[in-house]
Each structure stands twice: as structure tokens, then as C-alpha cells.
């Protein structure tokens, strides 16, 4: 197959006739495809219908600290909700604080509160006269959205196969005290699916900010959303809680995990997990805040997924949908584009996302394209602070929620999309 950067202005025209042509059949075919988040599907959420319909209530509402689930109390979490999250996450059920029904929350809350009131007795940030986040791009579009709407300034860190760039991180966090915070997604991260090596998790962990009040905020949303039974090496990630304590920084951290793509995406339970001393100055937030959070859910969940051994197992169910759908995705990629040199990818080995990096100064086109003929995409820019791609390249694509043979028919869209554009760039 011959590369588009090898044809002729005669080729690309002939070939840009073409396209156009079958372009247009996809505007009168009338496609709406919705592909901009990463959305369970019905099918996934069905995994979790027993949640509703079919646990065994008839053994009563009394926790194991003996506390009634559909009282008031317990503002941290019912103790059987705060194990089954660290087991999760392999941590200590004294390191987990359980929340509602999302991680995202949680965060936005820990920014508000250091915002208002400080950070283990330093001044309020939003007393300080600059902030500064760091952030690893491409990233969740979700995080950049909270600090900037605390007035925050982010500051770029470029991803590498291993993590983020940690010799900028290192360069930021041990000499700028504006430096307060950094956001990861350290397993199959959103959205290249690149899992952190052990030697970034230790330099995570042997961090020395220049600023008592720095924290990495460790949004390990895909800890166990694997595509493969057999979880790839490379994806194994250190504990970060326990590399911090090692490296005499216990209070460094605040992690984040949910059960939004493990059972319902709208109802599931969250938690932070962090040292003793952190997690104490959270409560005394919390017990002003909330008198508690939806302990019958919490239950449920327990009682549904019971230990980490059954959130496994229920995770193979979900990936058993979601794999011949990120295999639509790669194959389309490496049959339409990679040959004609239009851009490149990570192959992911678990998470909800694809990012494909389109030929420089198209995925702006790319995307509105897609969307008139039909395809939703995530905005170009999204995974970017301020929205702002300096090389108009990433673009995420989110396959979870069309059905397989409507992401075939998605991606046909898309792959003539970027053919679009790249001819009418350089033509």
C-alpha cells in the first residue's frame, strides 16, 4: 500500500475524488453514532442487575461494627464497603475513606477544601498569591477542568511510555513551592493506556516538593479494567501508598478509585485512600459536610462483588464485551491508516480509551468532519489543558458503548475522515 506522503498531487487528487464520494454517503446515510465518553454499555450495565434485584437482605442491615446501613453514622464508610476497596487497591482498609458514587467528586471536594482551608496547617491555596498543577498530557479532560476552574495554572508534562516525564516533574515539584499538585492516571492511562513503570513510581514516591503542601493526586480509575486475562507485566503497577511510606513521604498522596465502570456508571461507590494523617484531616471536613454517604449502596455493593477475587471475575465479563470492540478500533487503524503513514497509536491493554494521534494540525478537521457525518467524537483538544493540543493531533476514541457492528460502520466514518483531511492539508 503505497503511503500518502509517497503519491503524486495527481494521485492524492484522484484519490481525494474518491473520498469525497464516499464521504458524502455517509452524510445521506443518516448515522448517529455517540462516541465522545467513555460510556458502559447496556450490556456491561446488565452485569450488575443483581444489585438491584437478587441479594440476600433477609440476613438483616447491621454492619460488622454493628451500625443499622439505613441510619444515619459511619460519615467514612461502612467497614466491609472500606475492605473491599483496599483490597482493591492493596491497601489497608485504615488507608480508605468511601465516598458516593464517584471518584470524581471526591477530587473537586480535596481541591475545594485545600482551596478554603489548607493542607496539613499551611495557608489556603486560594490565599496563596500562585498555584500550579502539573499535567501529564495527553490526560483526562475531566481533571483539567476542575483546576481550571479553581483559576489554577496547569503546566504541561509530555507522557512517555513509561509515565509521565518525570526528570520535568522532578525539576517542577522539588524547586517551584507554587507547585501544589499533579494529576495521574497511572494504570491504562486516559487515554493512551500507558501503565506507570516501577521506576516512575518510585521517583513519584521520592519526590522531596519544595512545598509542605504538595500532593499527587493518584486517580487510579483502571486498577483492574483489563482487556486480556493474562494482565500484561508492563501493566502491573507498584503501589504507590506503600512506595510513598518506603520513601519517608506517607502524606504525599491522596489515590482515587470507583466502582463507575464495575457496575453502574451512575451509582456505583468511591474512595480515596491515603495515609492515617491525611485521611483524618478529610473527616474533619466530611463531618461538617455530610452526615453520611448511601450506606445501602455501599452494602450492595459488598454483598454483590464480596472481595477482590469477585471484582475479578466480574471484570473478565466486562472485558469479554469490551475486547472485539477496541479490536475493531485497532484493526481499523492498522489496516486504513498506519499503512498510508497517517498517524500512529498505543495498542491498550486494558482501560476505555484509544488515542490516536493524527498527522499535525488535523484532528481539529478530523472530528468536525466525523460529527457531520454522523460520529461524535471527543472535541480535539479535550485531553489537553485549556483545550489546547499545541500539535492539533490527539484524538480519543471512546469504543465502549456502540454495539460491534455500529463501531465498524463508526469507524468507516472516521478512517475517511482522516484520509479528508490529510489531502485537503497538503494538497
Known amino acids: 500500500m503505497k ?100 471518584s470524581l467528586n471526591i477530587m473537586y471536594d480535596v481541591v475545594d477544601w485545600a482551596f478554603v482551608f489548607g493542607i496539613d496547617g499551611e495557608k489556603p491555596w486560594g490565599r496563596q498569591e500562585s498555584v500550579k498543577f502539573l499535567c501529564p498530557v495527553p490526560g483526562y479532560d475531566r481533571h483539567f477542568s476542575i483546576t481550571e476552574g479553581f483559576g489554577i495554572e496547569m503546566i504541561n508534562i509530555p507522557m512517555t511510555g513509561s509515565g509521565p516525564d518525570m526528570d520535568m516533574v522532578e525539576k517542577y515539584v522539588n524547586n ?32 522531596t516538593p519544595a512545598a509542605k503542601d504538595f500532593r499527587i493526586f493518584w486517580d487510579n ?10 494482565e500484561s507485566r508492563q501493566d502491573r503497577i507498584l503501589n504507590i501508598l506503600a512506595e510513598c511510606e518506603k520513601a519517608g513521604h506517607p502524606d504525599m498522596v491522596y489515590q482515587f478509585a470507583s466502582t463507575s465502570k464495575i457496575t453502574f456508571a451512575g451509582s456505583g461507590i468511591s474512595c480515596m485512600s491515603s495515609s492515617v ?11 461538617i459536610q455530610t452526615i453520611g454517604y448511601d450506606k445501602i449502596n455501599q452494602w450492595r455493593h459488598v454483598k454483590f462483588l464480596k472481595n477482590r477475587a469477585g471484582i475479578e ?20 487503524l492498522d489496516e486504513e491508516l498506519i499503512p498510508l503513514g497517517l498517524g500512529s497509536y498505543r495498542r491498550p491493554n486494558g482501560g476505555y480509551f484509544v488515542s490516536y494521534e493524527a498527522p499535525a494540525g488535523t484532528a481539529k478537521d478530523i472530528v468536525g ?9 471527543t472535541g480535539a483538544g ?23 457492528d455500529e463501531l465498524e460502520k463508526a469507524m468507516d466514518v472516521f478512517v475517511c475522515c482522516v484520509k479528508l483531511a490529510y489531502i485537503e492539508k497538503h494538497i
Not at 441510619?71 to 489497608?92: F, Q, S, T, V, W
Not at 480509575?221 to 493474562?230: G, I, N, S
Not at 494523617?277 to 463531618?287: G, M, P, Y
Request: proline share 7%.
Open 382 to 404: 479535550a485531553p489537553f489543558p485549556y483545550k489546547k493540543d499545541p500539535d492539533d493531533s490527539v484524538i480519543r476514541i471512546a469504543p465502549s458503548y456502540p454495539e460491534v
Open 369 to 377: 468532519k466525523a460529527k457531520a457525518a454522523g460520529v461524535v467524537m
Open 3 to 102: 503511503k500518502y506522503t509517497e503519491m503524486s498531487p495527481v494521485e492524492l487528487k484522484e484519490e481525494l475524488e474518491t473520498l469525497r464520494s464516499t464521504y458524502k454517503g455517509f452524510e445521506e446515510a443518516g448515522f448517529e453514532f455517540n462516541m465522545a465518553r467513555g460510556k458502559p454499555s447496556p450490556a456491561q450495565l446488565d452485569l450488575s442487575e443483581d444489585i438491584i434485584n437478587n441479594l440476600p437482605w433477609d440476613k438483616g442491615y447491621l454492619t460488622e461494627s454493628g451500625d443499622d446501613v439505613r441510619n444515619y453514622g459511619l460519615i467514612d464508610g461502612i467497614p466491609e464497603a472500606k475492605k473491599l476497596m483496599a483490597e482493591m487497591l492493596e491497601c489497608d482498609p485504615l488507608q480508605v475513606v468511601v465516598f458516593g458514587n464517584a
Open 313 to 332: 471475575e466480574h471484570m473478565k465479563k466486562h472485558a469479554d464485551i469490551l475486547r472485539p470492540k477496541f479490536e475493531v478500533v485497532m484493526k481499523k
Open 221 to 230: 480509575a483502571y486498577c483492574v479494567h483489563h482487556l486480556y486475562d493474562d
Open 176 to 207: 517551584d513551592p507554587t507547585v501544589k499538585g499533579i494529576w495521574c492516571v497511572p494504570k491504562y492511562s486516559n487515554p493512551q493506556g500507558i501503565s506507570y513503570s516501577d521506576e516512575t513510581v518510585r521517583r513519584f514516591a521520592a519526590l
Open 277 to 287: 494523617k491525611n485521611l483524618d484531616e478529610i473527616r474533619t471536613h466530611l463531618s
